[in-house]
């Protein structure tokens, strides 16, 4: 069977009849017996199917039909979700060229407007030449979409603009991302404005982003969308600020009786999740979780409640998930689970303040990323330390009836620390050395989340 490289409805149909296939099947060229070959799965699907060479052309692969081939995969949950397994790079940033252009005659446009997805399920166990490809896929961004991946590609060419390249991070966009790409912390660009080099980067879509395509295509939404944007065609931030500002001042109880949700318990205590119920009443979404809005799962954005007191300051220092100490000390920080973390996630910071009478009000809001010249500085040297004093043997003291050890503690660096993130002394992990200790994790300094929120 042929297909005419011209008409996207043709490619569509073509490549409709890899359903069901494994890449083995397909490999005409061997290729998969080339372990070093990185994306030799899209490769394979390039060469071996659509008969047309590897190349590196900054136009789509289909060029007259304006199509570009994409081969991403997804894996299925334990509870049988679907997700994909990573981002989907697109591609190279040259610095030096794209922020001569304008959003529609970009060289992410001219690749990525409309892609043709093969998507096969990457499974651990599985050799690349068994992983089935379950379906395809032409893919095109809708208007919502696309008014947020528009202002993203902006924010990227403004960084370049002003001499920054080698301060973008993953995080400081929605969905499109620059992500970095090359075969280690040494491939390096220069760029036009700054004699800094930076790292090659490029183009990306989130792993959130993907996960929603996906569960979507495949009708895992449960039938119901959270959606924030609703075909206003803005960007996430402008829907925050039309949404929110309206009540800044009100103290919690006027927002809940204005918007009818009840936030005490049957005792008159305030419940838990208090801050979480005004602010999906807040935005429209009464009775609902804001971790199910579309948007928010898109762009990796994670709620967190911040509550100030009368004379300014913060309580409570902010968890993050447990590391595990056999883990922590086999990565390297370029790769490492924090890193990523905060180099993709951006967080939603939902700020109470008590009053001088101590009324409890909604003070702001504010979509934050960890820039990264903290990044790269004091989190990495709070993630060193403490592999550091697993490697070489965490120590411990006893004062009274207390134990303390010898991991980065609050005094650190008053960024990031680390500390107990266990219900008891009983909950643990397992050590390298033998033996366990109580669960910990990493947790930002309240005073540097007080010197995020209070500016």
């Not at 060229?29 to 071996?48: A, P, Q, T, W």
């Not at 068994?130 to 893919?139: P, S």
């Not at 935005?283 to 967190?304: P, S, T, V, Y």
């Amino acid at each position: 069977m042929e297909y005419d490289k011209t008409s996207k409805e043709s490619i569509l149909q073509y490549a409709l009849n890899l359903k069901g296939k494994t890449f083995g099947e397909l490999d005409k060229f061997n290729r998969l017996k080339n372990k070093n070959n990185k994306g030799n799965l899209g490769h394979v699907i390039e060469e071996s199917y659509f008969g047309y060479d590897i190349n590196s052309d900054s136009n789509p692969d289909f060029s007259i039909a304006g199509i570009e081939l994409k081969v991403t995969p997804f894996k299925v949950n334990k509870n049988k979700t679907i997700s994909a397994k990573e981002r989907l790079v697109l591609n190279i940033i040259d610095y030096n060229e794209e922020y001569k252009h304008n959003f529609y005659d970009s060289s992410f446009w001219n690749k990525s407007k409309m892609m043709l997805l093969v998507f096969y399920e990457w499974k651990p166990e599985v050799k690349q030449e068994d992983y089935i490809i379950k379906d395809v896929i032409l893919y095109e961004f809708n208007d919502d979409d696309l008014a947020v991946i528009k202002n993203d590609w902006q924010i990227i060419i403004d960084k370049i603009k002003q001499g920054k390249a080698h301060e973008i991070s993953e995080s400081d966009t929605s969905y499109l991302a620059a992500c970095t790409k090359g075969k280690n912390k040494s491939s390096v660009r220069l760029q036009p404005f700054s004699e800094i080099p930076a790292k090659q980067r490029a183009f990306s879509l989130k792993s959130g982003y993907m996960t929603q395509l996906l569960r979507e295509h495949f009708n895992q939404t449960n039938g119901s969308k959270i959606s924030l944007l609703n075909g206003s065609r803005k960007t996430i931030e402008q829907v925050l600020k039309e949404k929110f500002v309206p009540y800044y001042g009100m103290s919690i109880d006027e927002i809940a009786n204005l918007l009818d949700v009840n936030i005490y318990t049957k005792e008159g205590n305030l419940t838990k999740n208090h801050a979480q119920i005004l602010s999906s009443a807040i935005l429209g979404l009464k009775g609902m979780n804001i971790k199910d809005i579309e948007e928010f799962n898109k762009a990796d954005i994670k709620f967190k409640t911040i509550r100030v007191e009368k004379n300014g300051h913060i309580k409570q220092h902010m968890s993050f998930k447990n590391f595990k100490y056999t883990e922590i000390v086999k990565e390297e920080w370029e790769d490492s689970e924090l890193r990523n973390m905060f180099a993709e996630q951006k967080y939603l910071f939902v700020v109470f303040k008590f009053d001088e009478n101590n009324v409890l009000r909604l003070n702001k809001v504010k979509l934050w990323n960890m820039p990264i010249s903290v990044l790269d500085t004091k989190l990495k040297e709070t993630w060193e330390e403490t592999v550091r004093v697993i490697n070489e043997g965490i120590q411990i003291n006893i004062k009274g009836n207390k134990k303390f050890d010898n991991l980065p503690g609050s005094t650190f660096n008053h960024v990031c620390h680390v500390r107990p993130h266990a219900g008891t002394s009983e909950d643990t992990y397992p050590l390298p050395q033998g033996g366990e200790h109580v669960r910990k994790c990493f947790w930002l300094d309240r005073k540097y989340i007080e010197s995020i929120v209070t500016v």
